[in-house]
Nanobody, 129 residues
Framework: QVQLVESGGGSVQAGGSLRLSCAAS??????????MGWFRQAPGKGREGVGAICSGGGRAYYADSVKGRFAISRDSAAMYLQMTSLKPEDTGTYYC??????????????????????WGQGAQVTVSS
């Protein structure tokens, strides 16, 4: 069963905006507390954390490279990534990740892949100069 489904990727010129969505299954959303995150992988590079947030009113954490430009939000069924002032270096495949249960904020801020055990299939974002 597919647990996470990303949507909203596409192509945009530098300076533009895109909004990604990650729809989560009931397996994820029915748990008391969950944490979700966005990761991305540029062509020829490893995957890196973009941002993460836990349910229960926790704050969102962001990679330095996207602070002030990207914003994460979530509701009971999905997580969103609003991307503004996009740059060509934001190009890549964006993955949604989740885990049932909380991650301490000190560790969530590190945006570690190992803190998440459920992954989406990815959505392509291309930013042209």
């Amino acid at each position: 069963q597919v647990q996470l489904v990303e949507s909203g990727g596409g192509s945009v010129q530098a300076g533009g905006s895109l909004r990604l969505s990650c729809a989560a299954s009931r397996y994820i959303t029915s748990y008391v507390y969950t944490c979700m995150g966005w990761f991305r992988q540029a062509p020829g590079k490893g995957r890196e954390g973009v941002g993460a947030i836990c349910s229960g009113g926790g704050r969102a954490y962001y990679a330095d490279s996207v602070k002030g430009r990207f914003a994460i939000s979530r509701d009971s069924a999905a997580m969103y990534l609003q991307m503004t002032s996009l740059k060509p270096e934001d190009t890549g495949t964006y993955y949604c990740a989740a885990r049932r249960g909380l991650v301490d904020g000190r560790f969530l801020a590190l945006l570690r892949e190992d803190d998440f055990d459920t992954w989406g299939q990815g959505a392509q974002v291309t930013v042209s100069s």
